[in-house]
């Protein structure tokens, strides 16, 4: 049991992943979480009011279940199969992170800096959350697909689009990390 606490090497991760990509192309499907955004609208009535979201919801059922796997193994892995010692990130980050005064996220996904109930009360923060939001969720269906439907999916199918997606997003968090990110916080 203790082989599935903490996290797993690349080699073991990437070769299921690997497998799940191979199994969903011999089942004619495509990998993407963004998409369910899509479907869920349409299942909710969406489509009485945009075009968008008239087409047949009930062909992506399959990726609602993946959606609800994905929500229900993070919950198992992080009550049942973690060490308890949370998300690990570099002491060098961490050193930035305190330059911009953001306190070190210690085991957490993000810093109570960005999501604590403090936060939520700073004007500046929730316009940085909305317009962060707003960009990604822009950003997702211009480039028609999410990064782990593009370096997942489009990537191990060969697609150009993917790649320059992928490109695009890696240079973007760069920008991010390390141009304007710096800019906000300092």
């Given at each position: 049991?203790?082989?599935?606490?903490?996290?797993?090497?690349?080699?073991?991760?990437?070769?299921?992943?690997?497998?799940?990509?191979?199994?969903?192309?011999?089942f004619g499907k495509?990998?993407?979480?963004?998409?369910?955004?899509?479907?869920?609208?349409?299942?909710?009535?969406?489509?009485?009011?945009?075009?968008?979201?008239?087409?047949?919801?009930?062909?992506?059922?399959?990726?609602?279940?993946?959606?609800?796997?994905?929500?229900?193994?993070?919950?198992?892995?992080?009550?049942?199969?973690?060490?308890?010692?949370?998300?690990?990130?570099?002491?060098?980050?961490?050193?930035?992170?305190?330059?911009?005064?953001?306190?070190?996220?210690?085991?957490?996904?993000?810093?109570?800096?960005?999501?604590?109930?403090?936060?939520?009360?700073?004007?500046?923060?929730?316009?940085?959350?909305?317009?962060?939001?707003?960009?990604?969720?822009?950003?997702?269906?211009?480039a028609g697909g999410?990064?782990?439907?593009?370096?997942?999916?489009?990537?191990?199918?060969?697609?150009?689009?993917?790649?320059?997606?992928?490109?695009?997003?890696?240079?973007?968090?760069?920008?991010?990390?390390?141009?304007?990110?710096?800019?906000?916080?300092?």
């Amino acid at each position: 049991m203790y082989s599935f606490y903490g996290t797993w090497p690349w080699y073991i991760s990437g070769f299921i992943i690997g497998l799940v990509m191979l199994l969903l192309i011999y089942f004619g499907k495509t990998f993407g979480m963004s998409s369910n955004l899509r479907t869920m609208c349409s299942v909710l009535g969406a489509g009485k009011n945009c075009d968008f979201f008239r087409f047949d919801w009930k062909s992506q059922r399959w990726n609602l279940v993946v959606v609800l796997g994905a929500m229900i193994g993070g919950w198992i892995a992080v009550n049942y199969l973690s060490d308890g010692s949370g998300v690990n990130i570099s002491t060098q980050t961490i050193t930035e992170l305190q330059e911009m005064k953001i306190d070190a996220p210690e085991g957490k996904l993000l810093p109570e800096t960005l999501a604590g109930a403090e936060a939520i009360q700073s004007p500046k923060i929730i316009a940085i959350l909305l317009l962060g939001g707003l960009l990604v969720g822009f950003g997702t269906r211009y480039a028609g697909g999410c990064t782990s439907g593009h370096a997942i999916t489009g990537l191990s199918n060969l697609q150009l689009p993917s790649l320059i997606a992928v490109v695009g997003f890696f240079i973007g968090g760069l920008i991010m990390s390390w141009l304007v990110l710096p800019l906000i916080f300092n």
